[in-house]
């Protein structure tokens, strides 16, 4: 299954932790927050990713070259930031043509196993986090 993973906004509500890179780049239990997000996709059966971009989008790119855990990373450029949806559109013609009905890209169902890899994915990172720990 191909997977969409926006990451192309500033973040700025994260304030001085991404002045300077994207919000994607963020450490959170140590790992840059995307890393996680694709290690979840990766577990729940993508097979390729598609990374819409934008903010500091050349950092994300530098970090992840063209594949995370054998797994191909497409980057897809979104140059006018309008929003998730606008986003989602970016991808569009980079997903996997015969997932296609009536001219759009056809949903995987297969949420259960994006669900299950999330909730393992969450308890080892907070077992391992120390924010917010005395």
Do not use: N, W
């Not at 991404?18 to 840059?32: F, M, N, Q, S, Y």
């Not at 080892?124 to 986090?129: G, I, K, N």
């Amino acid at each position: 299954m191909d997977t969409g993973i926006p990451a192309a906004g500033r973040g700025s509500r994260l304030g001085e932790l991404t002045a300077e890179r994207p919000k994607g780049l963020v450490d959170v239990a140590g790992r840059p927050l995307l890393a996680h997000v694709f290690e979840t996709a990766v577990e729940a059966g993508a097979d390729a990713l598609v990374v819409i971009v934008g903010y500091e989008a050349a950092q994300i790119v530098d970090r992840f070259g063209d594949a995370f855990a054998g797994v191909p990373i497409t980057y897809v450029h979104q140059r006018e930031r309008l929003g998730l949806g606008h986003a989602v559109l970016q991808a569009e013609p980079h997903v996997d043509g015969t997932r296609r009905e009536a001219g759009r890209p056809a949903v995987d169902a297969r949420h259960d196993r994006v669900l299950r890899a999330s909730r393992g994915r969450l308890s080892r990172v907070c077992a391992t986090s120390t924010v917010g720990r005395a």
